[in-house]
């Protein structure tokens, strides 16, 4: 986001507050920071704002923004800002305000520097800045445009709740979101595009299609998938460990929970303990959890036999569903979950063939990425300065420069980015871009020095000493639930003709085929398709309601059948079918029907 931009949009958060104030004068405001395409403001105006309420706001903007008032800056010392909240009723300001004296930044979250305009690395706090323009004033750092009438195009369009500082124990305040650019054109553009968004919403078309439910009796993040959503999850897997069982990928299965000592052992209690579903035995004392992740599963797999350097590489897979405690208002859709499905993959070698080991991982994510048609970026994810990570530094250097190579190697066009590495390596993310030019992280493939060293793995190597293994981990599809979430969207839920939990519905005109569709039945019954997916039987549904020829042909077409065979009596006395694709007819014959059906 250029810096122009960003202090527009700084700007209309700021005139928003105004203008809400101007409507409800008791306002106490929280944070309003900008977001990727606009900005919002959490605030409490003492009742409760709604959708119709929008209009009102907007034209208090405009008032705002056609006075064009400057945005004037001034300081305060950090007792004199608390005092001004305080006798303003400002309670939440002033509880920022106040942890900005006691502890500095370090006491406020990422989310309210960004709002406040306090850089990550600000220590301690002598004084705030605020800005006023017309009669308002609020506590900020800017930046700001220069005044109020060179703000571009805005519109506002949602309404949200939002806990103070994202803590479910505090007040909820209201969330009002909107959207701003340069010009009138872009606002436009951008407007389309999250309608386009919103027809593509895989919460909408997962029902529509009839894919996955939810119930509020099972809970909240825990999708049910019907019968065609199913076919979608099984083939998805079935592909990905198709492409690793290519690569010498063996199958195992590990248990839904495990003894609290296997995450602590791995560092995984110490880092994610709050999102662990905790179990406790109604006949022991253990304490168990469920399951957030498959790795520190696979070491113990793997340390179950000595292992020579002839032995490696070791490669394990598992498709199988991991629980994680998520917050229930950061669940949404397949998107974000308490129950996940992985094709995870763990891969123990030595140090000379951790080239060979992820570059055949990459080549199995090209090919998966490149037969579900979705374009890839690459980012090479390595760790920051912080200390939030195991390992040794050397190990985690050696580690980088390895998959730098690899990335070299492979001619990935990628980018480098500190900061987004696992707390035990670094890794290679594949960004899918969707049909919207949205960027979505998929595919990983991780390397790890540090969980072999935690769980004494070893290999003895052909000097008969004893050597630590290196783990990668690799998952094709990530999380397939969110992975769906992607594709639906992508595909606008018309999925390939492979992939299609129905990939044919054949119609009858009338009654006098019944006998014929038998035999067009019996044809595709024995069709057995093998690419990509191997011995994979033809999914038909037959149609032989008595409706009209025109409703049923609307109904496969908005079930979003691929392929919509049409049967009369003029095609029962020809020996062959009408074939409709993407509204377009063709006719086939009955006794070629099954090398058609292989080309596609």
Not at 247 to 274: A, E
Request: hydrophobic share 35%; aromatic share 10%.
């Amino acid at each position: 986001m250029d810096k122009q931009l960003h202090a527009m949009r700084h700007s209309l958060a700021h005139i928003m507050a105004a203008a809400i104030q101007n409507l409800w004068p008791r306002t106490r405001f929280g944070v309003g920071p900008v977001i990727e395409d606009g900005f919002y403001y959490d605030v409490d105006v003492g009742e409760v704002i709604t959708e119709d309420d929008l209009p009102k706001i907007e034209a208090e903007m405009r008032k705002i923004i056609k006075a064009d008032y400057p945005f004037e800056r001034s300081e305060m010392l950090i007792d004199e800002a608390i005092t001004w909240a305080h006798e303003h009723n400002q309670d939440f300001k002033e509880e920022l305000l106040n942890d900005l004296k006691r502890a500095g930044t370090t006491a406020v979250k990422e989310l309210d520097k960004a709002s406040l305009g306090l850089e990550p690395d600000d220590a301690k706090v002598d004084s705030v800045s605020f800005y006023t323009s017309g009669g308002f004033m609020d506590l900020c750092r800017g930046p700001h445009v220069a005044s109020t009438g060179q703000v571009g195009a805005f519109k506002l369009h949602k309404l949200a709740g939002a806990y103070w500082r994202g803590d479910e124990a505090k007040r909820q305040l209201q969330r009002v979101y909107g959207w701003g650019f340069n010009t009138q054109e872009d606002l436009e553009n951008h407007e389309a595009a999250v309608a386009e968004a919103k027809a593509r919403d895989h919460r909408r078309l997962g029902q529509e299609l009839d894919l996955f439910v939810s119930s509020e009796l099972v809970g909240s993040g825990l999708p049910l998938f019907t019968p065609r959503g199913t076919v979608l999850r099984e083939l998805l897997g079935r592909y990905s460990q198709q492409l690793r069982e290519a690569k010498g990928f063996q199958r195992v299965w590990t248990p839904h929970m495990t003894k609290t000592d296997l995450y602590q052992t791995s560092g995984h209690w110490d880092k994610f303990g709050d999102e662990l579903f905790l179990v406790k035995s109604q006949k022991t004392s253990d304490e168990l959890v469920l399951k957030p992740m498959n790795c520190p599963h696979h070491t113990q797999i793997y340390a179950s036999s000595q292992r020579s350097y002839r032995d490696l590489p070791v490669r394990y897979m598992e498709n199988t569903t991991d629980y994680r405690d998520e917050k229930s208002g950061e669940l949404h859709g397949l998107s974000r979950v308490r129950s996940l499905t992985q094709d995870d993959s763990h891969v123990f070698c030595r140090e000379e063939q951790i080239e060979q080991e992820v570059a055949q991982l990459v080549q199995a994510a090209n090919e998966m990425y490149s037969k579900l048609e979705l374009d890839l970026k690459f980012r090479l994810s390595y760790r920051d300065d912080s200390d939030a990570y195991l390992g040794d530094a050397d190990l985690w250097q050696k580690a980088q420069a390895a998959l730098k190579k690899v990335a070299d190697m492979s001619k990935l066009d990628y980018y480098e980015q500190a900061g987004e590495a696992a707390f035990y390596g670094p890794k290679i993310d594949f960004i899918a871009v969707d049909a919207l030019g949205r960027e979505w992280q998929v595919a990983t493939v991780q390397l790890d020095f540090v969980q072999p060293q935690r769980f004494n793995l070893v290999y003895t190597a052909a000097d008969g000493s004893d050597q630590t293994p290196v783990m990668i981990h690799c998952a094709l599809l990530g999380t397939i639930e969110r992975f769906l979430s992607v594709y639906i969207e992508h595909t606008a839920g018309r999925f390939p003709f492979w992939l299609a939990p129905e990939q044919v519905r054949v119609l009858t005109v009338n009654e006098e085929v019944s006998d014929y569709v038998d035999e067009v039945a019996a044809k595709l019954k024995a069709v057995v398709l093998n690419q990509p997916l191997k011995y994979n039987e033809l999914r038909y549904s037959l149609d032989e309601r008595n409706e009209s020829l025109g409703k049923k042909i609307r109904e496969a077409e908005n079930a979003k059948v691929p392929l919509i065979m049409i049967v009369g009596p003029k095609d029962q006395k020809a020996g062959e079918v009408s074939v409709r694709v993407d509204g377009k007819e063709s006719k086939q014959k009955l006794d070629g029907l099954g090398e058609y059906l292989l080309g596609l």
